[in-house]
């Protein structure tokens, strides 16, 4: 079986008036069908160009990222993002309820209505979605724009830190969310994140980037099996190991970097 | 309809008298050069002709030419100043159908209010008059006057504006005289104590012909389509023009159609409005035009006349 | 109380009154207001000038319509497609500066002097800045937003009507107010200087024809202005109830 | 040929061919029309430069573009400075709001006895191209200013900025993009009202030249200067684009990333 | 000595066309000089909400905010904030260095100059001084605010989820700063946080506040001595203890809330 996702010698480099820079370079890996694949990497090393590269959003100006072995030129189909700049992706004159049904204007009205509920009690923000998203607090909005993106039910779901703003308690049952929906739905997913905890937690694999510009350092199984509990989990032996792996190959780098 | 256009279409070409067009429409301009024109409506000349006249008012010779060129009005009333010009260039085969008015003393005058150092015609050069428009009768008719009198009209800066506004342009100082025509001669002096500095319409330019009613000629043009609603167009203008020295008659007109108020009605001169046609006449309105270089050609006006069948 | 939006025009008519009080201007010429308002509650009740009124009110909405018909799918297209912006810009800032009213005769010869030609005048002055605002909406377009319906699988024509349209329309809003007045303005002029066609303008041109009714063409001009006035009041309410997404947090504040 | 070369060839390739093929249509349908009101760009043309390298360059064509631009730059300050203050402030805004938009809803035409009245029929034309040339500037202005994003404004309120850093460091530039419109919207306007103004009370002037030509039905004349309004137009235009550029290079659409920003295509 | 701040029985509620929502009600606590304060709450609770009181922008519908015992009314001098929505209280169009420099108004230009680079350094964006905002990353715009935070040296520091957006590593290093620099400058700072452990670790108290409409939960003392060390701080006994201390605050709700 060909992968689900295949990126080879992926580089980007942004032109600017004053000179290049080169956020990702020479990276390379796969994501299998149904495979949730997180990524850690330093701030500022090319994760976010990353997921906008795959998502046909830029083109890439090196290597390349094939879906079930087709380039992507262009935004694949059956694909959703959760941004990292939430709030900046929702869109100011649709309500919370409308922001979600958004994607899916295929579907006739009361399908939409359906799956968008669906997905904003999944969240917790039931009573929020007559609401306009400016009147959200950040966390808030950050689960519409996760909920807009599970509505959709994509194939493949690329996620750039989507938990961030939300708090702890929270954030674990997103993540439990997260876990279900891609049991059920058979999503791939890809998600970037800032919590060695959390890449752990979720990942069937964790992908460790350099900094900038970003090459992959390593690629981790993540041997903890298909069912995870945020209690036991995280208590298991492989997984305080693990977690100190990704940490110290995080860690071998210079602290002050740009 | 409600936006103001004219919906309904020309009528058939039938009628009584042999006419080819009974429904025609002229255009107007709200002037006192008019007033015997809606004298005929009133009267009913023109239903006495079998002809069904509509007026539409223009805002200027301008207009006016353009919409018998276009087509939208059969015959306008126009200035001759704007029908030479526009026949000397070739636009199109201008024919007058009818004489307007040609200005007697006291019709278009130079003025100053007291305010002005211009008292006499001796220092209008090197000031600054109002006209309506360059190369019309407004600077034309005393240019030619001040050359016979030997005054320097070259170093006059004639300033445009609009009729209404020179009263006020005047009283501020921004112009020292203004070149105006009844009615606002008799309101000039009477609202703003002007007086007057120069006749415009004497000597050379006495009994000037200024305007007249005109047609398009030419292959399915009008004029050339048309001759018998023309003289019987003809024929009512002629009968309302020999009324015309009747003040009393003019004055309702005058009231009504060139928005005077009554007072200044009475007041007005009453030029002449002339019931021939006559080319020697006309022609001497188009020789003063292309003496002051606002035609470039000399131009015969002889052709242009369709000579009713009244007169010969 | 004096609402405080009377403030200003209550000012504005002082001045006027207080000028032609001063023998600065005969009285006769610049009317003052006290002869003005009276003058215009008459017009009001008088039947041909109703008809000018509505003849121009009307000339001005359908021009409005058409210019936003015209403009904004135009405005979207070349605020969107690079290549069609550069390609047409150099025509359009060509035709731009050509004022309507120099092209009255041509337009009168060519079209008549009906009501149509004062609607095309007026569609000319007024799709420009429903164009402009258009467009430069557009470039303040947040392109997260767009990369957001794009990463949706949202076409082109889908992002153009479903995000580039909404985030641009109050701005285009602001156009089309700025259209308005002009619609309004090239319209009188087109029926003070074309003829033939009822409205404002030609009313204005008779009145003041003879020079005694200066205070019908005053009284007149100032109801040209109250049309605008109107006009530009309804669109901002429709801007507030629209919008209301963009309106400054001024209560938290 | 280096590549610099080639994308500058085609960058102007791009910008006159549609005008090109617009003229060169013009031209064959007023040939075949062969009406006296519409004579083929082919005899507008060189009517044009010869009344160029007339004495109505200095005497007509310098005048009026010098009001022109002084009028337009006049409006610009002030359309600025009030947007600003009307967009900003609420009080402001209700007290002068309705005043400004009666005053804009007049058209222009009919003012004329207020200007004879307060300026003089002979001193009208600045203010009336200012007058003509304010509005898309201030309601513009006033829109960016409303505009600027709530958080740019709490920070600003934290960091407890000057009233000339809020002013010129926040609000113009967020501003800055309606602004640019508003002010070549206002530019084209300015022209117009140029000849406009100089139908009444002005001894010189491209409008007075045109209305001269229209009355002498000189038709080809009457053409030159509506083109050469036009060249005036884009002539200036493409300045201020230049202007713009440099103004608003610090936005995103300006980086050679973003090329297709709007739909991305 | 009085507090340097005191919140009694403050209140919000905004008021929205489709009703009001309350989101803060009766919450009272104080800040002493030199404290830093940290305070966590479920999503939506109305955290940023009590910032905004707190910095002036707001006026609570209820309730009041002394300063060193006088009412605040309007915004206090000597304040900084950083925003949960970060990359929007950038200006785009100045660059890094002039956002940074730009409350700065009142120093010469050198002194701005040098306050700012310094700032950028000890945020690791040395580099990045001469870009735009939206020419960097998350993490690196998160990380440009905090700068210009600490450039402006306030009294008093408000900080809305500063480091949610930064790589775990990078946080660490953030962390630190803060308290070098609290130490450092006498600021007294008052941290909105997700992360429990951050809240712990950096935190003289812990403010726990209840779900929506936020009320005081708890308020718990850190007794961890002013020396705080990210490994040795984190394995302590204390540390575990109150870790689970605010968890277990945070959990007494019902799991699905908005
Ligand atoms: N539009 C742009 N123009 C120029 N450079 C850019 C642009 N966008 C990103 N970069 C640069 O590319 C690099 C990678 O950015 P990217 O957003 O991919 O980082 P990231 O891994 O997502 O970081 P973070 O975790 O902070 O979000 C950064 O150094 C940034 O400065
Ligand atoms: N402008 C507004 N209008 C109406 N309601 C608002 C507005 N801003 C915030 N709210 C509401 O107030 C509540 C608190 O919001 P706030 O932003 O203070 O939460 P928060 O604690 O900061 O949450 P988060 O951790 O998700 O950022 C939320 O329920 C939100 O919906
Ligand atoms: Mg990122
Ligand atoms: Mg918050």
């Known amino acids: 079986m060909s992968p689900m996702l295949e990126v080879t010698g992926l580089g980007h480099t942004y032109q600017g008036k004053d000179g290049a820079h080169t956020a990702i370079s020479g990276l390379s890996f796969t994501v299998a069908e149904r495979e949730l694949l997180c990524v850690v990497g330093p701030s500022g090393c090319g994760k976010s160009t990353l997921l906008r590269t795959i998502s046909g959003l830029i083109r890439p100006t090196e290597g390349s990222v094939s879906l079930h072995g087709t380039p992507v030129d262009g935004v694949p189909s059956d694909l959703a993002v959760v941004f990292q700049d939430y709030s900046r992706s929702l869109f100011p004159w649709l309500s919370v309820q409308r922001n979600v049904e958004f994607p899916l204007h295929d579907l006739p009205k009361a399908k939409r209505r359906e799956r968008a509920d669906e997905a904003l009690a999944a969240v917790g923000l039931s009573a929020a979605a007559r609401k306009h998203p400016w009147q959200l607090s950040g966390g808030m909005q950050q689960r519409v724009a996760i909920a807009r993106a599970l509505a959709y039910r994509p194939a493949l779901l690329l996620m750039d830190e989507p938990f961030a703003s939300v708090d702890a308690q929270t954030r674990f049952e997103l993540e439990d969310l997260l876990l279900k929906v891609r049991r059920e739905q058979q999503t791939t997913v890809l998600l970037v994140t800032h919590d060695i905890d959390e890449s752990v937690y979720l990942g069937d694999r964790v992908l460790v980037l350099s900094k900038s510009p970003a090459t992959a350092v390593a690629s981790l199984e993540v041997p903890l099996g298909a069912e995870r509990e945020q209690i036991a989990t995280r208590a298991s032996e492989e997984f305080v190991e693990l977690r100190a792996k990704v940490a110290g190959l995080l860690q071998s780098r210079e602290p002050v970097q740009a | ?312 | 109380m004096v609402p405080p939006g009377l403030v200003g025009v209550v000012g504005l008519f002082a001045v006027w009154e207080l000028a032609s009080r001063t023998d600065l201007v005969p009285s006769n010429y610049l009317v003052p207001p006290s002869v003005v308002l009276p003058t215009m509650v008459g017009l009001l009740g008088d039947a041909e000038f109703l008809r000018a009124l509505i003849a121009t009110t009307l000339a001005t909405l359908i021009a409005v319509v058409i210019a936003v018909c015209v403009a904004v799918p135009a405005g979207l297209l070349l605020g969107s497609v690079s290549a069609v912006r550069r390609a047409a810009m150099t025509l359009v800032e060509f035709l731009r500066p050509i004022p309507s009213v120099a092209l009255i005769p041509l337009a009168a010869m060519t079209f008549g002097t009906g009501p149509d030609t004062k609607i095309i005048l007026a569609v000319y002055a007024a799709v420009w800045p429903i164009l402009f605002n258009t467009i430069y909406a557009l470039d303040e377009l947040d392109p997260l937003h767009v990369d957001t319906a794009r990463a949706f699988g949202t076409s082109r024509v889908g992002v153009l009507g479903r995000v580039a349209l909404p985030s641009a329309a109050p701005f285009v809003l602001t156009g089309v107010r700025l259209s308005t007045a002009m619609a309004l303005a090239v319209v009188i002029s087109a029926e003070l200087f074309a003829g033939g066609s009822l409205g404002i303008g030609q009313f204005i041109m008779l009145a003041g024809s003879g020079g005694a009714y200066m205070d019908q063409v005053l009284a007149a001009t100032v109801l040209a202005g109250l049309i605008g006035y109107a006009a530009n009041a309804g669109l901002e309410r429709l801007h507030r109830r629209l919008f209301f997404w963009t309106a400054p947090k001024e209560a938290d504040r | ?265």
């Open chain 2, 1 to 312: 309809g409600l936006l103001g256009g004219d919906d309904e279409g020309a009528a058939p070409a039938s009628g009584a008298g042999g006419l080819e067009k009974t429904k025609i429409k002229v255009g107007t301009i709200p002037v006192v050069d008019v007033a015997p024109l809606h004298y005929a409506i009133e009267r009913g000349y023109f239903k006495e002709e079998g002809l069904e006249v509509e007026t539409v008012v223009q805002p200027n010779g301008q207009a006016a030419v353009a919409g018998i060129m276009n087509g939208s009005l059969d015959i306008t009333f126009s200035t001759y100043a704007a029908t030479f010009t526009a026949q000397s260039q070739g636009v199109a085969d201008f024919k007058i159908v009818a004489d307007g008015l040609s200005a007697k003393a006291n019709h278009l005058m130079v003025v100053a209010t007291p305010n002005s150092p211009v008292k006499k015609a001796t220092d209008l050069p090197g000031k600054k008059i109002a006209i309506t428009a360059k190369n019309t009768f407004t600077d034309l008719a005393p240019m030619a006057v001040m050359k016979v009198q030997g005054i320097d009209y070259n170093e006059i800066d004639w300033i445009p504006m609009a009729l209404p506004d020179m009263l006020g342009a005047m009283t501020k100082g921004d112009v020292d005289a203004a070149v105006v025509v009844e009615p606002f001669v008799t309101m000039a002096m009477k609202e703003a104590g002007a007086v007057p500095v120069l006749d415009a319409a004497s000597g050379p330019t006495a009994e000037l012909p200024m305007s007249g009613y005109i047609a398009v000629g030419g292959a399915g043009k009008f004029a050339s389509s048309s001759p018998n609603t023309i003289a019987a167009f003809q024929r009512a203008m002629a009968k309302a023009h020999s009324e015309s020295s009747d003040r009393t008659k003019m004055e309702p007109m005058f009231v009504k159609y060139a928005r005077l108020d009554e007072n200044t009605a009475k007041l007005v001169t009453i030029s002449t409005y002339s019931t021939r046609l006559e080319a020697n006449r006309i022609q001497r309105t188009a020789n003063l035009l292309h003496e002051f270089g606002a035609i470039q050609a000399p131009l015969d006006v002889a052709p242009m006349i369709v000579s009713s069948p009244a007169t010969g």
């Open chain 4, 1 to 265: 040929m280096s590549a610099r070369a080639r994308t500058w060839l085609t960058g102007v390739t791009q910008r006159w061919a549609v005008f090109l093929v617009a003229v060169a249509a013009w031209e064959l349908a007023t040939r075949l029309a062969e009406d006296v009101f519409f004579p083929p760009p082919t005899t507008i043309v060189p009517t044009m430069l010869e009344l160029w390298f007339s004495s109505a360059f200095g005497d007509h064509m310098v005048p009026g573009v010098g009001r022109m631009l002084l009028g337009w730059a006049l409006a610009g300050v002030a359309g600025v400075a009030l947007g600003i203050l009307l967009g900003r402030s609420a009080r402001a805004m209700s007290y002068l709001g309705p005043l400004f938009n009666f005053l804009r809803s007049v058209p222009p035409p009919l003012l004329v006895p207020f200007f004879v009245a307060s300026v003089g029929v002979t001193n009208m034309q600045l203010p009336t191209i200012i007058f003509g040339a304010l509005w898309p500037v201030l309601l513009n202005t006033v829109d960016g200013a409303r505009g600027v994003d709530a958080t740019k404004v709490a920070t600003a309120e934290v960091f407890r900025l000057t009233p000339v850093q809020w002013t010129l460091g926040v609000v113009l530039p967020a501003a800055l993009p309606k602004v640019f419109a508003g002010l070549r919207l206002s530019l084209s306007i300015a022209v117009i009202v140029m000849v406009i103004s100089e139908l009444v009370g002005s001894v010189n002037g491209i409008g007075y030249l045109l209305v001269l030509a229209q009355q002498s039905y000189a038709i080809p004349e009457m053409w030159a200067w509506i083109i050469t309004l036009g060249v005036l137009g884009h002539l200036f235009n493409s300045l201020l684009l230049i202007a713009e550029r440099r103004a608003l290079a610090w936005q995103p659409r300006h980086s050679l990333e973003a090329q297709t920003l709007a739909t991305g295509g």
